[in-house]
């Protein structure tokens, strides 16, 4: 890697047509400034309405929360594993990961981020598109990595990761439609092939990982949350691999991607939202009831079904290329305990113990029916009463069978 620090940097959207010149981020003196192009401003694409609004002149932001960079911009730069595999990669080119500024770092991510958001000049590095992809030994690079070791596959690693946040292991792959073939998922797939997004274990993930998750998708969608298809691969160690079809991907064609964290600038590690604040912000954005009804229900999913890790980086909207804004698809849904065992996001001000009562609170704050709100908690609790039968069917271990069905 030849290390050219990036003063400044131009941002486009790529929605698979050309790209369309956004404006320009600068860093000056330790801050970064962001400037609209005014052909952009004309078009009428808000690409961040809360933050970052249309206008003209500099824009310049706080350090914290996502050091100085608006928060549409921090959503396109990795997060736990993939910041991990990076900053191991520049030590390994004698350079330290403090010599990185976030435009340097978004300068890695290039034209290659997840959503539509390209970024020029792009460092990022190519990869070969064809040679298939092994997920058994994807995997034993992964752990390599985490336990120190297997240097020589970082790069590698680092373009199957993309721009993909969360402390999971995970790849950007391109299956095909036997799902028999594997190929990396960075850039455009050939006909024939879909974007999709596989995950390893971590170091304190257990065997069967991909089968919880796996389970809770099938779950999730018997509660009729809105998912991606979804896939358990076969493993020769554990119940399998669990992988996803990419929502901001339809064949080639691209869209905006934007965290509830990045649209409010709200720090995904620090547990400061309610989901009133979700659905208030999905009624603000989508201007939809309809899309204010599937969060709700991925608020109600998450609560029963004992998914704690709800930060604000896990909830995400789209926008296509006429500016209209949607929910996305729900994903990282899981059993998982949030921060001192309670919701990351809160229902009605209560994490330690929120209960069905705070639910149809909140239903009735988003302006939802009485009926409809208990017709959703009812299908929610019917499609969790298959926990036992759908885990044992798929691989998950007894105890785990036993520990999640005492807590959903």
């Known amino acids: ?170 790849a950007l792959i391109g299956l095909d439609n036997t799902k028999g073939r594997i190929i990396s998922g960075k850039h455009n797939l050939p006909e024939n092939y879909e974007h999709w997004i596989v995950k390893f274990a971590n170091s304190t993930d257990g065997v069967d990982a991909g089968a919880v998750e796996y389970v809770y998708a099938l779950m999730a969608k018997m509660a009729s949350v809105e998912m991606m298809p979804v896939n358990l691969f076969e493993s020769s160690i554990g119940a399998g691999y669990f992988a996803t079809k990419r929502f901001d991907r339809m064949g080639n064609q691209r869209f905006h991607m934007h965290t509830a964290s990045g649209l409010l600038h709200s720090d995904f590690r620090i547990s400061s939202l309610d989901y009133e604040d979700l659905i208030t912000l999905t009624g603000v954005l989508t201007k939809d009831i309809r899309e204010v009804e599937k969060m709700y229900r991925l608020a109600v999913f998450n609560v029963l079904s004992h998914n704690r890790d709800d930060h604000s980086k896990n909830f995400s909207f789209l926008m296509d290329n006429k500016g209209e804004w949607k929910l996305s698809p729900a994903y990282d849904l899981t059993f998982s305990s949030g921060p001192r065992g309670q919701q990351s996001t809160m229902v009605m001000g209560e994490g330690q113990t929120p209960s069905t009562d705070h639910l149809v609170q909140l239903g009735i704050v988003a302006n939802l029916e009485r009926n409809k709100i208990d017709a959703i908690i009812q299908q929610t609790k019917y499609a969790l009463n298959h926990w036992e039968v759908l885990a044992a069917n798929h691989g998950v271990t007894k105890a785990n069978i036993k520990l999640i069905k005492s807590r959903i």
């Open 1 to 170: 890697m030849k290390y050219v620090s990036t003063n400044e940097l131009k941002v486009g959207l790529d929605f698979n047509q050309n790209i369309i010149p956004v404006g320009r981020l600068a860093w000056r003196d330790y801050q970064i400034y962001f400037e609209y192009d005014q052909d952009f401003i004309v078009q009428g694409l808000e690409i961040s309405p809360l933050k970052l609004p249309l206008g003209s002149g500099l824009q310049v932001f706080n350090y914290r929360p996502f050091e100085g960079l608006p928060g549409v911009f921090n959503d396109s730069l990795p997060d736990g594993w993939g910041r991990l595999l990076f900053e191991r990669y520049v030590r390994t080119q004698n350079l330290l990961p403090e010599d990185f500024t976030p435009l340097d770092r978004l300068a890695h991510v290039g034209k290659s981020g997840l959503g539509a958001l390209v970024y020029e000049p792009d460092h990022s590095d190519d990869n070969t598109q064809g040679e298939g992809i092994d997920l058994d030994l994807l995997s034993q690079q992964t752990h390599e990595i985490m336990e120190g070791e297997a240097d020589e596959v970082l790069k590698e690693l680092i373009n199957l990761n993309g721009s993909s946040a969360g402390a999971r292991p995970k």
